[in-house]
């Protein structure tokens, strides 16, 4: 989520925000000892990214599939007017919705699901089917998730186009 105040993270607290990312229950203490700075630098340093909306909260991870939650799928939507999702239902109406994300381009919302099982998957697309065009990825397994946030210094150049002048017209 992206918030109002401007944090720019340094390396102490990239650090920080690591070992609260690996284990969100750690002591002011063994953060101290982690990072190498005192309890109450530490405790000031969290208080402040807290503040900033830098650490949004804290929470334990649930696997789903243990708790009975078997099908992780993600749907893509493209709503018909008057009829969309974010606009006319509440979060109480669809259990099943893990998140939602606002598109750019062809759909306009992807939701990720999850069910107990294939029918009661079949009868969730059903209802959402009603705000609009769906197409459905049932996920197999996944490979990778969970990457903490962390810097992002590597610069992504973009490549330019072969055989195409800014001008557009091909010299």
């Known amino acids: 989520m992206a918030t109002s105040r401007s944090f720019e993270p340094d390396a102490v607290d990239w650090r920080l925000l690591a070992e609260l990312q690996a284990d969100a229950r750690l002591s002011f203490n063994e953060l101290s000892r982690r990072v190498?700075?005192?309890p109450p630098a530490v405790a000031e340093r969290v208080r402040r990214m807290r503040e900033a909306g830098v650490?949004?909260?804290?929470r334990a991870t649930v696997d789903p599939a243990a708790v009975g939650q078997e099908v992780r799928a993600f749907v893509q939507l493209r709503c018909r007017p008057g009829a969309c999702l974010l606009r006319t239902t509440a979060e109480a109406d669809y259990p099943e919705v893990a998140a939602i994300h606002r598109?750019?381009?062809e759909y306009c919302t992807l939701l990720e699901l999850r069910a107990r099982d294939l029918t009661h998957f079949e009868g969730v697309v059903e209802r959402i089917g009603t705000h609009g065009e769906l197409r459905t990825h049932v996920v197999l397994s996944t490979q990778y998730e969970g990457r903490p946030v962390g810097p992002l210094d590597t610069p992504r150049p973009v490549t330019p186009s072969a055989g195409w002048s800014p001008r557009g017209d091909g010299e």
Do not use: K, P, R, V
């Open 55 to 58: 650490i949004a909260g804290y």
């Open 36 to 38: 190498h700075l005192s």
């Open 103 to 105: 598109l750019s381009g």
